[in-house]
């Protein structure tokens, strides 16, 4: 009997380490991807920034093929980062 406790209690334990673990894993693995919308989100700031820069040196069709390039990259993320651009 003690040694059926025993083996039980081990086994919870393992099960326990095992759930930590994953925990663990999981929570490393959303920082990277948080880590990775924001590099991300500093590129397009980044991008955006550069377009502001050169819509005044630069002339009209390069600053339209730009924005073209742009807007194909960004579309999924400009509903999101509208409100910060402005």
């Known amino acids: 009997m ?3 406790m025993m083996m039980m209690m081990m086994m919870m334990m393992m099960m326990m380490m095992m759930m ?3 925990m663990l894993l999981m929570m490393i693995m959303m920082m990277m991807m948080m880590m990775m919308m924001m590099m991300m989100m500093m590129m397009m700031m980044m991008m ?3 377009m ?5 040196t630069m ?7 730009t ?4 807007t194909t ?10 409100k ?3």
Request: glycine share 0%.
């Open 52 to 56: 502001r820069m050169m819509m005044t």
């Open 73 to 82: 990259t960004t579309t999924t993320m400009t509903t999101i980062l509208h």
């Open 2 to 4: 003690m040694m059926r």
């Open 84 to 86: 910060t651009w402005y």
């Open 59 to 65: 002339t009209t069709t390069m600053t339209t093929t």
């Open 48 to 50: 955006r920034m550069m």
């Open 67 to 70: 924005t073209t390039m742009t």
């Open 20 to 22: 930590i673990m994953m």
